[in-house]
């Protein structure tokens, strides 16, 4: 699986939108993006994940970058409850290891 | 709703015992992982195993084996712990797919090495 690069920590405004970035410039065509979070001392949760489109669910938009080097993953309006840190993975699914990096911790700020 | 348990929230350990951490899942998942969360390291993968009876390294297996003698149950064992496997272990699932195979993760364990 490639690697990839978050920053180490954003804030951001209640009901503001959260643009966090991810790179993963070495990432292979058959290797989807995938994004979780991870609330204090719970375990990760899934939050959404694409191949090259832009996606989009209840909880976030995914955009994905032509050349798939990069990818944003979008908190439209923000909330308090927002607040944890995020994994931006790469993989390819089937009998690959799955491995996380470091994150990105999210502060929603009053 | 899937649901992945992990035996025990919170263990407490002296240095060189042994110690058994178990992770159980209903939604009949092939793949199944260990991870170890340390701060400012993130997730760190021990083990996975795609399959019953098989296993594979991840990028720390050092001081740990596995055990996956049915699908839904994935055991990781310290044999002799000590005060640097002091961590969170957490535990996931998914299918063996190429597309759809998010991970489910258990709650986590914490164990402390004194």
């Known amino acids: 699986d490639a690697k990839t690069t978050q920053p180490p920590s954003m804030d951001c405004a209640e009901g503001r939108a959260a643009n966090l970035p991810c790179n993963h410039s070495t990432i292979s065509g058959n290797e989807y993006v995938y994004w979780y979070r991870q609330i204090h001392s719970q375990g990760p949760q899934y939050i959404i994940h694409?191949?090259?489109n832009n996606e989009t669910n209840e909880m976030a938009s995914l955009i994905i970058t032509e050349d798939r080097k990069s990818s944003t993953l979008i908190l439209p309006h923000a909330t308090l409850r927002d607040t944890a840190v995020y994994y931006c993975i790469v993989r390819v699914g089937g009998y690959q290891k799955v491995t996380f990096g470091t994150g990105t911790k999210l502060q929603v700020i009053p | 709703d899937v649901k992945v348990t992990q035996s025990s929230r919170y263990l407490v350990k002296r240095t060189g015992e042994k110690v058994f951490l178990e992770c159980v899942q209903d939604?009949?998942?092939?793949?199944m992982f260990w991870y170890r969360q340390d701060p400012g390291l993130g997730l760190r993968l021990i083990y996975f195993?795609?399959?019953?009876?098989?296993?594979e390294k991840g990028d720390i297996p050092e001081g740990y084996s596995v055990s996956r003698e049915k699908k839904e149950r994935f055991s990781l064992i310290l044999e002799s712990t000590s005060t640097n496997q002091t961590s969170m272990y957490l535990c996931?699932?998914?299918?063996?797919?190429?597309?759809?195979?998010?991970?489910?993760f258990g709650e986590g364990s914490r164990l402390t090495v004194l």
């Open positions: 996931a699932s998914s299918f063996r797919t190429t597309n759809t195979g998010e991970l489910f």
């Open positions: 694409g191949l090259k």
């Open positions: 939604m009949d998942h092939e793949n």
């Open positions: 195993s795609y399959d019953v009876k098989m296993k």
